[in-house]
């Protein structure tokens, strides 16, 4: 069975300064990570995604996600939000291969403060 | 850019009625999914479709639940009788079935589902 632990459900941050979203996995097998986003009255919206290689990845919009293998972790950061940013942060895995169900964490909100 | 799209957005029903809730993937895809997420809860998955059969399914997708896909285009949910407890926003999501597996699912704006 997999996990997905997000320790701050919410994050208030001002505008400009950055900002990390905590994310932590447990699984006994290899996983693939993701983080989506959900804007207010909006469905779910991938952000990133961790699949293999790099354990940098990085979204369109300057976000960025750091894969820790021996820390299970994949954090979620922007070194300066926007007030645009303000919404739903959930990280999640997958199994690699299979059917591929999405196991998410419970979600952090993050508000940028102007 | 092609979108799943959900119909409807907001379902008001009374405690024990059926309902079906919609989506449509988007085209070409090969696996579909429904998720819920509780008010105030995280999303969770419920089911996983492939080869109009369902491969995989969760301990919340009893007998209530069922899961259809009519015709080449619509995925359904339907629920049978519903609970006070069914009330969440239900999420259908869908994934090519490409590349080796590395493809990712793509989800629907949801259906929020309110039992009273």
């Known amino acids: 069975a997999q996990s997905v632990t997000q320790l701050d459900s919410q994050v208030p941050v001002f505008e400009e300064a950055p900002v990390e979203l905590r994310c932590n996995y447990s699984s006994s097998v290899s996983v693939y990570l993701f983080w989506y986003v959900q804007y207010p009255n909006q469905g779910l919206q991938l952000l990133l995604k961790?699949?293999?290689?790099?354990?940098l990845v990085e979204s369109i919009n300057g976000f960025e996600a750091e894969f820790n293998k021996s820390q299970t972790s994949f954090h979620l950061r922007k070194p300066s939000v926007h007030i645009s940013d303000t919404a739903e942060y959930f990280c999640a895995v997958s199994d690699i291969g299979g059917y591929q169900k999405v196991t998410f964490g419970i979600g952090t909100k993050l508000q940028v403060i102007p | 850019e092609p979108e799943v799209t959900q119909t409807p957005s907001h379902q008001v029903t009374q405690m024990g009625q059926e309902v079906i809730l919609r989506c449509v993937p988007i085209s070409n895809h090969l696996y579909f999914y429904w998720y819920r997420q509780i008010l105030g809860q995280k999303v969770e998955f419920l089911v996983s479709f492939y080869n109009n059969e369902i491969s995989e399914k969760s301990e919340i997708f009893d007998d209530q639940f069922s899961v259809e896909r009519p015709d080449g285009s619509n995925f359904t949910l339907k629920i049978r009788s519903t609970k006070l407890e069914d009330s969440a926003m239900y999420f259908c999501?869908?994934?090519?079935?490409?590349?080796?597996?590395?493809?990712?699912?793509?989800f629907g704006p949801g259906t929020r589902l309110t039992v009273l």
């Open positions: 999501a869908s994934r090519p079935g490409t590349s080796g597996g590395t493809d990712t699912q793509y």
């Open positions: 961790y699949l293999s290689g790099s354990t």
